[in-house]
């Protein structure tokens, strides 16, 4: 009886170190990506299309815990053409964001490439900017925009988050001079 009770006390200390190697700052809490989300910053359009123009976009992790973001996503309207711009080195608490940037047809994916626990640690955010081409009379603007963010898995659900955003074209974007 007792050496069942300490393979068993064994065996279970040994699940729970493995389960928590899984994210180095776990603290026993439900990891969950509740209320990330990914936002245009700047950047427009021009609604009579055929010109290219430049979106930047900010991914926010705001998992109320420790898990960490693996990829960020954003579709565009079907006839855009789409290309990869820039990305932030790191996030905003410094950590080095290591995703690799892919386009297909008018998706744009940053995902990570080191196979480590995610690259937007909780609490961060990071930015991305990518080059976009609506056809010729892309109307009626705004023109709206989904993406979605990907966790690590570590943890309680939710670990994708999807949303849309809507871009305004230039015409659209007022300014005041005083």
Do not use: R
Request: charge should be negative; glycine fraction near 10%; charged fraction near 15%.
């Amino acid at each position: 009886m007792k050496k069942t009770l300490v393979l068993t006390c064994a065996v279970m200390m040994t699940a729970g170190l493995a389960a928590a190697q899984d994210s180095p700052f776990n603290l026993g809490l439900p990891e969950d990506l509740t209320g990330s989300t990914v936002t245009w910053v700047s950047g427009t359009y021009d609604p009579a299309g055929g010109m290219a123009s430049t979106i930047c976009f900010l991914v926010s992790n705001t998992s109320p815990d420790t898990e960490w973001i693996t990829s960020a996503a954003v579709l565009f309207p079907a006839t855009w053409v789409v290309a990869c711009n820039s990305q932030d080195a790191t996030d905003s608490g410094g950590n080095t964001v290591n995703f690799d940037c892919d386009v297909l047809d008018n998706l744009v994916t940053y995902a990570d490439n080191d196979a480590g626990y995610g690259e937007i640690w909780d609490g961060e955010t990071w930015g991305f900017c990518v080059d976009v081409t609506p056809p010729v009379g892309s109307w009626p603007p705004p023109q709206t925009v989904n993406w979605e963010v990907n966790g690590d898995g570590w943890g309680g659900e939710p670990h994708l988050i999807l949303g849309s955003e809507n871009i305004v074209p230039v015409e659209l974007v007022s300014f005041s001079v005083e």
